[in-house]
Structures are given as structure tokens and as C-alpha cells.
């Protein structure tokens, strides 16, 4: 399957620990996006990358929220000392570049608990 | 998002048309999607309308584009218990860096 994938599916943690949630995006995209969904509300963007770089971080929900893509491949989203308001549902996407239609293939999504 | 409004539930006989509304406030936006979320699914793109179109058709889906008054629809015809999902209308603006920017979903329910 060459869709978008994210591990783990489902996380339940103590707040205070730290989380990091992975995601392979489709090969050929070099556009991946972090959004956050939480319970009755739309995606909500937190950052993204084109290939490696980092080009918008300014809307991560705090300074707790990293995300890293090293190699411009996988991504990884990681959530420091975590609290009971990031559970959540966090999604990745990734799409081609700005000049195409700009269709976003979004994977399953981690679900965070916090307890 | 704030930037993109849509109301939250829509129930409907099996068989009917289905009529989803959203209203956006950037005049910059160059694409418009309507995405499907089934449950415990991601997003899962419908269909798309470029901003220079008043209208687009796609088998079951009608999507209307009102640029003057930012109101998008997503029309189903014949809708089945299958459409049964949240809808999420979505712009890629300018102002948002061409960063799709969602709203809050739609929750239609098919009932037979």
C-alpha cells in the first residue's frame, strides 16, 4: 500500500511523559503536513515541511510540540512532558507541491490519550 | 477553523438530495475541497472547485462556488446510507500560505 501511515494508531499515556508519533507519507510528495483534530472540530493546522525543511512552525501549540523530517522522507511529531488537553487525534498528511491542486492524502491518525 | 464555517449536522432521508453549505472569508482562496471523514478513517478527499468556476459535477456530487457571496455547496444526489460521514469543507488561500484551512465538518446522517 502506498498510502500515508502512522504509528502508533493509538497511544495512552500519563501526562507528564513524552509521545512521538511517526508518519511515512507517499513517496513522491515532498509536502507533509501535522494537523491536530480534536473531538467535533476540523483539522487544525501545526505545521508542515517541503522536502526536509520546516517552512511554517509558528502555529505548534506550544513550545511542548516538535516535529522533525530529516531526510525529507518519514516525519516524526513529538510531544514533550504532555498535558490532558493534548488529547487529541493527530493527523499527517502529505501532498505535491503548491502548484498542483493542492489535495492533501491525510493518513488514519495517532489518537492520544492523556490520562 | 474560524475562517470557514459550516453548520454541524445534516440528517436525511435515503434517496434524497443533500445539500452542505459552507461559507469562507478569504477572497484569495484558489482552491475549494469538500473532504470525507468516515469513522475512524482520515480524511479522504470528494472533490475540488478551482475559484475561476461557478460549478462543478462529478457523478453523484454538485459543487456550486458563489465567489461574490464565499458560499460553497456540495450537493449528493440520491444520497445512500453509505454517504453517512462528516464532510469538511476546506479553502487553500493565499493568506494562509496555500495551507488548506478546514472547517468544523458537517455530520450528515442517512436514515432508510
Known amino acids: 500500500d502506498t498510502g500515508v501511515s502512522q504509528d502508533p494508531r493509538h497511544k495512552i499515556t500519563k501526562r507528564g511523559q513524552n509521545v512521538t508519533f511517526r508518519c511515512d507519507p507517499i513517496?513522491?510528495?515532498?509536502?507533509l503536513y501535522w494537523y491536530r483534530q480534536t473531538l467535533g472540530q476540523g483539522p487544525e493546522f501545526l505545521t508542515y515541511f517541503q522536502n526536509e525543511a520546516q517552512l511554517e512552525k509558528s502555529r505548534l501549540l506550544s513550545d511542548r510540540f516538535s516535529a522533525e523530517r530529516p531526510k525529507g522522507s518519514f516525519s516524526t511529531l513529538e510531544i514533550q512532558r504532555t498535558e490532558q488537553g493534548d488529547s487529541a487525534m493527530y493527523l499527517c498528511a502529505s501532498s505535491l507541491e503548491a502548484g498542483s491542486t493542492g489535495e492533501l492524502f491525510f493518513g488514519e491518525g495517532s489518537r492520544l490519550t492523556v490520562l | 477553523g474560524e475562517d470557514v464555517e459550516q453548520s454541524l449536522f445534516l440528517s436525511v432521508r435515503e434517496g434524497d438530495s443533500s445539500v452542505i453549505n459552507c461559507t469562507y472569508t478569504d477572497s484569495s482562496s484558489t482552491y475549494l475541497y469538500w473532504y470525507k471523514q468516515e469513522p475512524g478513517a482520515g480524511l479522504q478527499l470528494l472533490t475540488y472547485i478551482f475559484s475561476n468556476m461557478d460549478m462543478k459535477q462529478d457523478q453523484r456530487l454538485t459543487v456550486l462556488l458563489n465567489k461574490k457571496d464565499k458560499h460553497l455547496s456540495l450537493r449528493i444526489a440520491d444520497t445512500q446510507t453509505g454517504d453517512s460521514a462528516i464532510y469538511f469543507c476546506?479553502?487553500?488561500?493565499?493568506?494562509?500560505?496555500?495551507?488548506?484551512?478546514f472547517g468544523r465538518g458537517t455530520s450528515l446522517i442517512v436514515h432508510p
Open positions: 476546506a479553502e487553500r488561500a493565499l493568506r494562509g500560505s496555500y495551507i488548506p484551512t
Open positions: 513517496s513522491e510528495h515532498n509536502r
